[in-house]
């Protein structure tokens, strides 16, 4: 892929429900936002809401690229055949063929790669109830939605973690419940959505007739017009088919997502419940897909026995040896956010605890990516070096623990505080067998050294 776009975590504020991860849990940059609804637990349940007339994405009205085979809202109307308000059946094939998504892919990767994006959007929007992430986070929190965009709260809170002006900010929403100003910059360049966020929920209830749920949602999973990224969600489904039993490309998808948060040795017991219902949800939609499209599924990637769907995201391997000292200067109990390349945070505190306000602790990983004093930062340096796009702050009290608190901004990953060009360039690479040291001034400015 080209160079980069900020994939933010979807998810990097969803640790307390199972679905509906929205922004900044980018969460596939770290999310965490959960909906706490029965439907986002169940693989497959259908979504009651009353069937809609929507015909097609505002966007798609406006240019439709190559058809969907029928096979899509077949598929889509066996899963969840009350169409439900806003994610209909005609807007995601739309959708999906504005975005060609299927482009260039034999009949076995188009079911693959479409099932995996209804698993991962189904997850997100618990079932497709949900238009926008909830803002309840666990923690203390000074902003929700009630997740059909019905804003409430401290806008300024909002916006210190995802960004915006005035009345605007940029969290979670859509089917995939994309979030952050940078990424609504590009999505929303030349459809009115960097202005108006809220042209992705469309015209209203009942009908949310001319929505963007669908289309932001596959445009984040598929979409690479504009030359900027890096890493989609979809782009592991591109190989050869005789290769997805190793390579698992539905892991790979959970990892841009969320996998700061869902993913590997520092996922918490929710979390890692949050990457299972994604991963039964796909084993659950491949076989209606396949039997809607004719075809066949791949052996030894297919079912829960096989044991690999998932598994590039479950997997909890080794880091390489690595410090960091955290030099706290201000009077505040702080943590510390790291968001690499493939938009994963980890969350660093002194023994994940916050540290104390004029404190210097020292973190890091072993080679047996066992606990030094951190453990969300194990596994994260390989061989190859990690490289940091974007380091954040947030305030605790004392005693808080940083894994498992959204801190005092009400987002899990706090206020941006170093970054080069926004985030779209490295800030810095984090290499094995080396020390490095981030300093919060007490003006709230991070120095990298």
């Known amino acids: 892929m080209n160079s980069l776009i900020q994939r933010l975590f979807i998810a990097s504020t969803c640790l307390i429900g199972l679905a509906s991860c929205g922004g900044g849990n980018d969460l596939a940059s770290g999310s965490s936002a959960g909906v706490t609804s029965a439907n986002a637990v169940t693989a497959g349940a259908s979504n009651s809401a009353a069937s809609t007339s929507i015909t097609a994405t505002k966007a798609a009205l406006d240019r439709i690229g190559n058809p969907t085979p029928a096979w899509v809202i077949q ?106 100003d940078y990424n609504y910059q590009i999505y929303g360049a030349n459809n009115g959505a960097y202005a108006n966020p809220d042209i992705i929920l469309g015209s209203g209830a009942p009908n949310y007739s001319n929505n963007l749920l669908f289309d932001s949602g596959v445009w984040f999973w598929s979409d690479d017009s504009t030359g900027l990224q890096k890493l989609r969600p979809m782009d592991g489904f591109l190989a050869d088919t005789s290769t997805y039993a190793t390579s698992d490309p539905f892991g790979q998808s959970i990892k841009v997502i969320n996998g700061g948060i869902e993913c590997g040795s520092g996922a918490s017991a929710q979390a890692k419940a949050e990457a299972q219902d994604r991963i039964t949800k796909f084993i659950n ?24 769907i998932g598994a590039a995201c479950t997997a909890t391997a080794a880091g390489s040896p690595f410090t960091l000292n955290i030099i706290n200067k201000t009077t505040n109990y702080i943590g510390i956010g790291l968001q690499d390349q493939s938009w994963a945070y980890k969350f660093v505190g002194a023994g994940d605890i916050a540290v104390a306000p004029n404190a210097t602790v020292t973190v890091g990983t072993t080679t047996s990516g066992q ?57 810095t690479t984090f290499l094995p067998n080396t020390t490095r040291s981030i300093t919060l001034n007490a003006d709230l400015s991070c120095t990298v050294q």
């Open 285 to 308: 939609y491949l076989p209606v897909v396949a039997s809607a499209a004719g075809v066949q599924l791949i052996s030894g990637y297919s079912t829960a026995k096989d044991g690999t």
């Open 371 to 427: 606990k030094l004093v951190s453990s969300t930062l194990n596994g994260m340096i390989t061989a190859s070096g990690d490289p940091i796009v974007r380091v954040t702050y947030n305030f605790y009290t004392q005693g808080q623990n940083v894994i498992q608190n959204a801190g005092t901004s009400g987002s899990w990953d706090g206020v941006l505080c170093a970054s080069n060009a926004g985030g779209q360039q490295i800030l």
């Open 75 to 180: 598929s889509y109307q066996t899963l969840f055949p009350n169409n439900p308000a806003g994610y209909t059946a005609q807007s995601l094939s739309d959708a999906l063929a504005l975005h060609n998504v299927f482009t260039g892919q034999n009949a076995v990767q188009q079911v693959y790669n479409y099932a995996a994006f209804l698993a991962n959007s189904a997850h997100e929007t618990g079932n497709y109830v949900y238009m926008t992430e909830l803002g309840n986070y666990g923690g203390p929190t000074n902003w929700s939605t009630n997740g059909q965009g019905v804003f409430s709260g401290s806008y300024a809170g909002c916006q210190g973690s995802y960004g915006g002006t005035g009345t605007i900010c940029y969290y979670g929403r859509g089917a995939l419940q994309f979030s952050h």
